[in-house]
Nanobody, 119 residues
Framework: VQLQASGGGLVQPGGSLRLSCAASGSIFMIDDMGWYRQAPGKQRELVAI???????NYADSVKGRFTISRDNARNTVYLQMNSLNPEDTAVYYCNTVTITVNNYRRTYWGQGTLVTVSS
């Protein structure tokens, strides 16, 4: 399974970006999909996660500003980021948990996309 993330870039404070991550390959079923981020000198942290049924969970620091969504038909997860501030600068990684035909759970990571918030 491969994850291809896109949508990062440079944005001014207060601006918006939309990240996308598409899963491809031998996929039986996708369970949770999520976004994590890692800022320079910091550990990777959860940003948002969405279950197959659409339930969501967000880090406190992004609640009310970020929205995670998914398209199950396209095996794609999105992260709409609004009201960005410099503290959101990080490499953003998408994450997917798949379920195999034998009911095993597998976790995959995308390659990361850089989001820089700066004036």
């Amino acid at each position: 399974v491969q994850l291809q993330a896109s949508g990062g870039g440079l944005v001014q404070p207060g601006g918006s970006l939309r990240l996308s991550c598409a899963a491809s390959g031998s996929i039986f079923m996708i369970d949770d999909m999520g976004w994590y981020r890692q800022a320079p000198g910091k550990q990777r942290e959860l940003v948002a996660i969405i279950t197959r049924g659409g339930s969501t969970n967000y880090a406190d620091s992004v609640k009310g500003r970020f929205t995670i969504s998914r398209d199950n038909a396209r095996n794609t997860v999105y992260l709409q980021m609004n009201s960005l501030n410099p503290e959101d600068t990080a490499v953003y990684y998408c994450n997917t948990v798949t379920i195999t035909v034998n009911n095993y759970r597998r976790t995959y990571w995308g390659q990361g996309t850089l989001v820089t918030v700066s004036s």
